[in-house]
């Protein structure tokens, strides 16, 4: 079955540092893939879409990569903020369904 | 125009009532989903409108979850006969067509007592 993992632990970084996100993905071939931000209490909100033909997308400090090969995506920050803290979720496309399917997510903390 | 609204924003029950949750979309766009969101966990589909298309209702995990959208409006999501274990939040989100990008709503809390 289609599987996505996002590591479950809490990432801690120091203001200024880069933060890197993975997102891991099974039994599936996305044509793209999506990342969220979700603050406590909120919706997601979207931040990022990386086709299957792009190595990588930039939106300001934000940086992700897609390796189709080893099926993989990494998300990060650079120059990080506490103001980033939140938690992070990645939605692969579910393979010609129209509905995304999105990973447990990882949160992250920056420290001042 | 203004994001996607829910309401309420917060709603308590007790076990075995029936709730009915709103959700406004995005003016404009024609697929719309609900999800629903246990603490701590991930984001659980529930049921997905495109347009005029027979809802793909995949995600519902019993009969006593519905819902309903007349055209590319609002659409309302109802649980009969509350139990304890669907206390969560739920979230609606539209996007422009099927596939693309979501936007979500700030969601509904739901307490069942």
Partial sequence: SQKIEQNSEALNIQEGKTA???CNYTNYSPAYLQWYRQDPGRGPVFLLLIRENEKEKRKERLKVTFDT????????????????????????????????????GTSLIVHP | GAGVSQSPSNKVTEKGKDVELRCDPISGHTA???????????????IYFQGNSAPDKSGLPSDRFSAERTGESVSTLTIQRTQQEDSAVYLCASSRIGGETQYFGPGTRLLVL
């Fill in chain 1, 20 to 22: 890197t996100l993975t």
């Fill in chain 1, 69 to 104: 090969t080893l099926k993989q995506s990494l998300f990060h920050i650079t120059a990080s903020q506490p103001a980033d803290s939140a938690t992070y979720l990645c939605a692969p496309e579910s393979g010609g369904s129209y509905i995304p399917t999105f990973g447990r």
């Fill in chain 2, 32 to 46: 719309l989903y609900w999800y629903r969101q246990r603490l701590g966990q991930g984001l659980e589909f529930l």
